[in-house]
């Protein structure tokens, strides 16, 4: 009964760095999706991917890259760390792209800090 | 495009005294409405969708919403609060200009309740 599961759960990086944050889903979704969430600013979508084979951007891609390596995981990786990129970042998953009638699935999240 | 206001970043209620969480929508077209509750270090998860059936919907843990498109609003109402709502909610947005693929989160209301 896992559910969405991120990893790492915490991690600290130095600027310039890279690094990949891992998602995996079990629960058969088709759609899955990255957020970050700043104080104050709510949830941003970064990127998403609606089936298997797909990726899209979302509200704030820049710095970032996807991979929809099969259809349990979706990964997001960082090139090179910005101070800029210090967040709690929420991978989600969907049954379908129809988000009303399926809703999002959340991670518990992965808090990473740039120095 | 689609967006969310949400008017209040913290909210204080006394135990047992109504809780009232106020969102504002904007969409070119009736959008679903979503609330989403998160409590410290977790994820979200969903409380209630409006999906253009009833206008009154019912949630989880006693929580209620009413979409007025007149007002373009979807506020989030509990009739008496207990200890255990304390978190931080979000109103979010899902609008047929986007597919329904994606969804935008308000900036949340973090609800203190106090004994």
């Known amino acids: 009964n896992a559910g969405v599961t991120q990893t790492p759960k915490f991690q600290v990086l130095k600027t310039g760095q890279s690094m990949t944050l891992q998602c995996a889903q079990d629960?058969?979704?088709?759609?899955m999706y990255w957020y970050r969430q700043d104080p104050g600013m709510g949830l941003r979508l970064i990127y998403y991917?609606?089936?298997?084979?797909?990726?899209d951007k979302g509200e704030v891609p820049n710095g970032y890259n996807v991979s929809r390596l099969n259809k349990r995981e979706f990964s997001l990786r960082l090139e090179s760390a910005a101070p800029s990129q210090t967040s709690v970042y929420f991978c989600?998953?969907?049954?379908?792209?129809?988000?009303?009638?399926?809703?999002?699935?959340f991670g518990s999240g992965t808090r990473l800090t740039v120095v | 495009a689609q967006s969310v206001t949400q008017l209040g970043s913290h909210v204080s209620v006394s135990e047992g005294a109504l809780v009232l969480l106020r969102c504002n929508y904007s969409s070119s077209v009736p959008p679903y409405l979503f609330w989403y509750v998160q409590y410290p270090n977790q994820g979200l998860q969903l409380l209630l969708k409006y999906t253009s059936a009833a206008t009154l919907v019912k949630g989880i843990n006693g929580f209620e919403a009413e979409f007025k498109k007149s007002e373009t609003s979807f506020h989030l109402t509990k009739p008496s609060a207990h200890m255990s709502d304390a978190a931080e909610y979000f109103c979010a947005v899902s609008d047929p200009a986007g597919g329904y693929q994606k969804v935008t989160f308000g900036i949340g209301t973090k609800l203190q309740v106090i004994p």
């Open positions: 989600a998953s969907a049954k379908g792209t129809d988000i009303a009638n399926y809703g999002y699935t």
């Open positions: 629960m058969n979704h088709n759609s």
């Open positions: 991917s609606a089936s298997e084979g797909t990726t």
